[in-house]
């Protein structure tokens, strides 16, 4: 299935005597994507057992689907639905095949190719219709690599039909290339022989994962290789119409609203608007070979929670046949936060097409939703890499991430994305916590060092970012405009944090292994670290991947947990701190004496603590203990 991988590594030789250290890109081996959706929908899909039939047209461009096939039209649940793995699509919205399985996990590492995703249509009835006098013709786009990795000679696309009869599924079409494509059409007629009840057809792919291929340990063992698949229609329409389609669409979802960055704190929104876009970006195609087009097109913001929009007005142009066309338009409605509004924002930007009466409309919305909260993010929230610095004498390497603020605030966490690697290998690895001030454009003065050592943890049945909590005596004001977070690497190996390449960031990215500082710059493709700067001057507003512990007034850090568990009171604890396994049985109590316990001997797990303070009142929240 897929939701990300790749396997792009690239080495970066910083000197003759350093030869075996390298940055790298690299492919996932999970999409977690796949896994929160299937978390928070459990799938019920119909089976391919016959109760659904389908009909022709038919017509698939995956514009109305998210995450999983349309259970109305596909038997299976592969494929990833995404708007993010492919390079201008024909059409809003692709289906990605690769080496990653439907439960978001690698299929296998194996040096041969092996059979991976599968698309598979429910039943067709074809018995109604007779050749020469019916010709059933099924066409598609396909394009190999596109933001996700490219695929081996060794790896394949195939199309196979399924003959009822025989009880049989045959290659009807297939496709091996190494190199990265736009998208291309194949049109071909379904032959007599398949005119059934019970047809079906399917794309399938093969792929081939080595562990002899992968680069930065085994703290980067990953490795997919990507097909993207748009614009499906089977119909008894003649060859032209298939290559000559009227269908003016979208491409991409509406995007870069913010300038370099995707979201900024809630509580600065006001005092960013220099970074507030002065336009919408528009990506459309005319799929039509013949005349030019008159389209319209237009947007809206919509404050979500007070349920108020402000429209735009409309744009037209003629739009010629068979060309992608880019179109940035003024955005005159500003993102603000009012005095009334709540303590997070939710903002839902709308882009839509103006198109003739006679055309398909289910491509002609694009919308994004902005969750305003607490933190700087430069990501999108979907990896489609990870980045990480290994080989010999890394132990020690920096790596800080250069953020703008607005405002005078306090920083008081940092969230990180850690991709899941091969048998969880990265969870254990360790770092510290940094951050830095800024000098001339560099990394300077170390403002703050964690006391205490970090892990990716283990990140089975908690996708998503992990949060690392300064110190609760440190009150680490931020009133420079310019300030720099990241880790000091306690390992020579990988940490594979998240890598999102639909935003370009590489120009904030610093690493220093041996004594000076130095940006990757062209060395590898354009992205963004998923690492964001959480602030606040009182209790943090907790991301739906935290584990919050507490409230505004007590606090249990750090979360997940290795050796010490600090904790802070309004007040001096003069009660005790229990801890709790999920059976409700108590495994630790204490009347500590410091600010914190020892938890190293607890299994790793979740357990719930409860602590009582000195003016009575008990605290509870949960917390994860990863060794």
Not at 342 to 354: H, N, R
Request: proline share 6%.
């Amino acid at each position: 299935m897929r939701g990300i991988k790749y396997i792009l590594v690239i080495l970066i030789l910083l000197s003759p005597s350093l030869d075996a250290l390298s940055q790298h890109l690299q492919g996932l081996t999970e999409n977690q994507v796949i896994k929160n959706y299937i978390r928070e929908h459990p799938l019920s899909l119909k089976s391919a057992s016959g109760t659904v039939e389908l009909g022709l047209p038919f017509f698939e461009d995956f514009s109305a689907s998210q995450v999983v096939p349309d259970p109305a039209k596909w038997s299976d649940r592969y494929a990833f639905i995404n708007s993010s793995f492919a390079i201008d699509p024909v059409s809003l919205g692709v289906a990605t095949l690769d080496a990653i399985d439907e439960n978001g996990e690698v299929y296998a590492i194996t040096d041969f190719p092996v059979s991976s995703d599968t698309l598979t249509t429910h039943p067709f009835d074809l018995s109604p219709y007779t050749a020469p006098t019916d010709t059933v013709r099924l066409s598609f786009f396909y394009q190999a690599g596109g933001n996700g990795e490219v695929p081996e000679l060794m790896d394949s696309l195939l199309l196979e039909f399924y003959d009822p009869a025989a009880d049989r599924w045959n290659m009807a079409w297939y496709a091996i290339t190494d190199t990265a494509t736009g998208f291309q059409q194949v049109n071909l007629p379904v032959p007599q022989l398949y005119y059934q009840n019970g047809f079906r057809f399917r794309f399938r792919n093969y792929t081939s994962i080595s562990a002899a291929q992968v680069g930065g340990g085994k703290g980067a063992l990953s490795n997919a290789d990507c097909w993207n698949i748009d614009y499906i229609m089977m119909n008894l329409q003649p060859k032209q119409e298939h290559e000559s389609i009227n269908d003016i669409t979208l491409v991409d979802p509406p995007r870069e609203l913010l300038d370099y960055y995707e979201i900024v704190p809630w509580h600065h929104l006001n005092d960013a608007q220099s970074i507030t876009r002065n336009f919408m970006h528009f990506v459309l195609r005319n799929l039509e070979d013949g005349d030019s087009v008159n389209v319209g097109r237009s947007y809206y913001l919509r404050n979500i929670p007070a349920g108020e929009s402000e429209f735009s007005e409309n744009f037209f142009e003629q739009f010629g046949p068979s060309t992608l066309y880019r179109r940035n338009d003024p955005f005159i409605i500003p993102f603000t936060r009012r005095p009334e509004d709540s303590d997070e924002g939710e903002l839902e930007v709308v882009a839509y097409l103006i198109t003739p009466a006679d055309q398909f409309k289910g491509n002609d919305t694009a919308r994004i939703t902005l969750n305003f909260k607490n933190f700087y993010a430069y990501d999108d929230g979907t990896p489609e890499y990870g980045f990480g610095i290994s080989g010999e004498s890394t132990d020690g390497a920096l790596l800080a991430y250069r953020f703008r603020v607005f405002t005078v605030d306090t920083l008081r966490a940092v969230d990180m994305l850690f991709n899941k690697t091969r048998d969880n290998y990265n969870a254990g690895l360790r770092f510290r916590l940094c951050v830095w001030k800024d000098e001339g454009g560099l990394p300077g003065e170390l403002l703050y060092q964690s006391p205490e050592e970090y892990s990716p943890g283990n990140m089975a049945g908690t996708p998503g970012f992990n949060r690392y909590l300064i110190d609760a005596g440190t009150d680490l004001v931020i009133s420079d405009t310019v300030f720099y977070a990241g880790w000091k690497q306690v390992t020579d190996d990988f940490l594979n944090v998240g890598f999102d390449v639909n935003r370009n960031n590489l120009d904030k990215v610093f690493i220093n292994i041996s004594g000076d500082w130095f940006n990757p710059g062209s060395s590898i493709i354009p992205g963004s670290l998923m690492i964001r700067a959480v602030f606040g001057s009182h209790g943090l507003v907790t991301g739906e991947n935290d584990l919050p512990a507490g409230s505004a007034e007590g606090l249990l850090y750090p979360n997940p947990v290795n050796e010490r568990l600090y904790f802070r009171l309004p007040g001096t604890l003069t009660g005790s701190i229990a801890v709790f396994d999920l059976f409700g049985r108590m495994v630790l109590q204490e009347t500590p004496q410091t600010d914190h316990i020892d938890v190293s001997h607890l299994a790793p797990g979740v357990y719930m603590v409860r602590i009582t303070g000195s003016n009575g009142v008990v605290f509870s929240g949960k917390i994860v203990v990863s060794h």
